[in-house]
């Protein structure tokens, strides 16, 4: 199968601004086209089967329109194949509700007859209807609840997000579920099939092709009284991030495609770039398949306060402004430099600006969807959940405010609105079954106190009320002043834009080994030092013994290096990296040796100790693990926990810790990542860091091995009040 690729260009977005589903994109089904043989045509019922099957009382069929887009865009032969796959399938009266729409939207003659039959529609909005609607994972209703309103976990074709959100059909006395506000979910929903599912919908699914801050002054305009946010739009056009030409006005990284060199030498031949976006190769243990993002996208996510919150907004800022709320523009300016007084006076559009930092701090540069702001997959919280009530589920990322980066954090503790996860908070610190939450935090509003936006996803990424102003100042630098645990898939805002980050494969099938990898020069803070280095960001896998199932990885004689994500302020702190040594003799080999090195400026790198074999299981006399269970085995309460300690505190001076206590692995028996002597934490440096500085940290390969696979599951940046405060660290 052979598709045209088209790519979304500023210039044809807006020659059809005013057109609903008319953009001209394209992303292919990357393993039917690249790997033609690679499935197999089902005995049993396709996606394909059940819509040509699915008829009406009159046996006429339900969904013979659609069809007719799925093949005239050639899509239909590969719903039957083998794999795993969310088909969004609006019926015939949907479609001719679409069409009649169009019509009436249209003044001109000539573009009212484009939809006068879905036969005459041009082929460019047929491709995008038809890859709005078919999702890449399978995603089952039963599986969604009132936490995963706002977007749904897998992207579509399209690489957008579709929001998902929960309605009472008064109409009909039922529960009713809704794709991006309109589209509703109809016979309850997941009919499932041999190769994914499909979810009758009865309206054609809608998606902006605005940029964010257009996309928000035109829901500004349309917004109900208490949920305008004109103040923060005027803020984005001051500063010049929400201009054309400023930050906000990039989606699609056009130096990409100039990039021709090979990626990689003999060492991975198969892996020679070939033109091709999606290559085999094999790890020994599955069958993975690579894939180059077909483009780069630069996307955002925003946290945006309304012009009601930010009038009744009082604080010792506003007090000391003179301010007794926050009414307009020029307002707003005179709080941030309050805030923020070095920055005071200086041109609104520098980075250095009292109003840019403020405005900076409240985007990230990456669309975050609600389901992957931080790990609310039921198939991931059931393996954390025993561990609520003592840390939140939590992600790091560093904002669009220079060397500055927040907190976002979902408590599963059962004193959190019952423990469902449904509350997200910004820079939130402690938690209240163990009565330590010392930082409430900033809490992101649900999709259900936005129900009259329609969609809160715009065409470079999305945006989220806050119940306040997020800022950087002394409060969340001391919110911030904790473990800083970040995952290796959240370390490159390309992992997250390019749909890397958050895939699960959940039944193991050979269609959801797709890993990812990364055009040296266009993924951001990581470099690769020499071409025996290959970059992957690898799906998830509920049976892996790492934290949260989530894994990326350099593999063979690589030396790379990584930017560190910034400290929030001066200080010493602990550098620890995750390890795992793997359980089988084979396994082993592949971890290899590794000097790590650090510098400040890229260039001139110091190393860290000697070389770590990351092929050693922390029982090794030279770490001196020895399980919890073991050591209180035979003893008082009391003298089972000195124990522990004095076996950790001896790991910790040859510089190791165990593996995380919040986290175990059901799909293998349940044990705790603690309990796990081959999982481990290894202390890379003790040092002083500085706020506002660059560090970054080289791993290079030292052992004569192609099959070195170094696994970058977490990094942790800890500073010494957690690590050698009053209170000792906890083990989770």
Same mark, same amino acid.
């Given at each position: ?70 093949? &005239? ?16 399938? @609006? !019926? ?60 749904? @976990? ?121 033109? &091709? ?11 993975? /398949?690579?894939?180059? $993002? ?54 609104? &559009? ?44 939590? !992600? ?10 927040? /907190?976002?954090?979902?408590?599963? !503790? ?79 805002? !390309? ?73 929030? &302020? ?89 593996? $995380? ?28 860091? /500085? ?42």
């Amino acid at each position: 199968m052979k598709i045209n690729k088209r790519s979304i260009r500023k210039s044809a977005i807006a020659a059809v601004a005013t057109v609903l589903l008319g953009i001209a994109s394209s992303c292919t089904d990357l393993w039917s086209e690249q790997h033609p043989g690679t499935f197999y045509i089902s005995d049993g019922k396709t996606v394909a089967n059940f819509l040509e099957e699915y008829v009406d009382e009159d046996g006429q069929q339900v969904f013979s329109d659609f069809i007719y887009i799925l093949k &005239k865009m050639n899509l239909w032969e590969d719903l039957k194949t083998y794999g795993d796959r969310t088909v969004f399938a @609006p !019926d015939n009266k949907a479609i001719s509700e679409y069409l009649q729409e169009r019509q009436n939207a249209e003044k001109d003659a000539t573009n009212k007859a484009l939809f006068n039959s879905i036969t005459t529609v041009p082929d460019s909005i047929l491709d995008t209807i038809a890859r709005t609607h078919l999702c890449r994972s399978s995603i089952y209703i039963k599986d969604l609840n009132a936490a995963a309103e706002g977007t749904l @976990p897998s992207s579509n074709m399209l690489d957008r997000y579709l929001t998902f959100s929960i309605d009472y059909d008064s109409a009909n006395d039922h529960i009713a579920y809704y794709i991006n506000q309109l589209s509703q979910i109809m016979g309850g929903g997941d009919d499932s099939t041999v190769n994914g599912v499909v979810q009758r919908i009865n309206h054609v699914i809608s998606q902006s092709n605005q940029y964010i801050p257009g996309y928000l002054k035109y829901q500004n305009a349309k917004a109900d009284k208490g949920h305008e946010a004109n103040i923060f739009y005027e803020a984005l056009i001051v500063t010049g991030l929400g201009l054309d030409n400023g930050e906000l006005g990039k989606f699609i990284d056009d130096d990409y495609h100039k990039y021709h060199k090979p990626q990689y030498d003999s060492t991975f031949a198969c892996l020679e770039y070939t033109g &091709k976006v999606a290559v085999e190769y094999s790890t020994g243990n599955e069958d993975e /398949r690579v894939v180059w $993002p077909e483009e780069r996208y630069f996307k955002y996510t925003l946290f945006v306060v309304t012009d009601t919150i930010l009038a009744h907004y009082s604080d010792k800022y506003t007090s000391q402004a003179g301010l007794n709320g926050i009414d307009s523009l020029p307002d707003l300016i005179k709080y941030a430099e309050e805030v923020y007084p070095e920055g005071k006076g200086k041109d609104p &559009k520098d980075p250095e600006s009292s109003i840019y930092k403020l405005v900076s701090y409240h985007i990230l540069p990456c669309f975050l969807p609600r389901s992957l702001m931080n790990f609310t997959d039921n198939r991931i919280v059931k393996d954390y959940k025993d561990y609520a009530a003592h840390c939140d589920m939590e !992600d790091f990322y560093e904002t669009l405010h220079p060397y500055a980066i927040m /907190r976002i954090s979902t408590p599963y !503790d059962s004193k959190v609105n019952g423990g469902n996860g449904s509350q997200i908070y910004i820079n939130r610190k402690g938690t209240l079954s163990d009565n330590n939450l010392a930082y409430k935090g900033i809490r992101i509003w649900s999709a259900n106190e936005t129900k009259e936006i329609k969609t809160t996803d715009a065409l470079n990424g999305g945006y989220y009320y806050v119940d306040s102003l997020l800022l950087f100042d002394d409060h969340t630098k001391s919110a911030l002043t904790t473990r800083i645990r970040v995952m290796g898939n959240t370390l490159s805002p !390309d992992f997250i834009n390019s749909g890397a980050r958050g895939h699960m494969n959940v039944n193991k099938q050979a269609v959801d080994y797709r890993v990812y990898s990364f055009k040296d020069g266009f993924c951001k803070n990581f470099k690769v030092n020499n071409d025996q280095s290959l970059l992957v960001v690898r799906y998830q896998m509920d049976v892996w013994d790492i934290y949260m199932h989530d894994e990326m990885n350099i593999r063979g004689l690589f030396d790379f290096t990584l930017r560190l994500p910034p400290v929030p &302020k001066d200080g010493t702190y602990e550098i620890r990296i995750f390890g795992n040594a793997q359980a089988t003799d084979a396994a082993k080999k592949t971890r290899g040796i590794v000097q790590f090195l650090i510098s400040e400026d890229g260039e001139n790198f110091t190393p860290l100790d000697i070389p770590v074999d990351m092929a050693r299981a922390s029982d090794h006399p030279l770490i001196g693990y020895v399980k919890d269970e073991d050591l209180k085995k035979d003893k008082s309460e009391e003298e089972g926990e000195k124990a522990v300690i004095a076996n950790d505190k001896a790991m910790r001076n040859r510089g190791y810790m165990k593996a $995380p206590g919040n986290f175990k692995v059901s799909a293998t028996g349940g044990t705790n990542l603690r309990d796990n002597k081959n999982v481990f934490r290894k202390i890379l440096c003790t040092q002083q860091f /500085r706020a506002g500085q660059d560090y970054y940290l080289r791993f290079k390969q030292v052992k004569d091995s192609p099959e070195s696979i170094c696994q970058l599951n977490f990094i942790e940046i800890v500073p010494k009040e957690v690590f050698a405060g009053n209170i000792p660290e906890d083990i989770y």
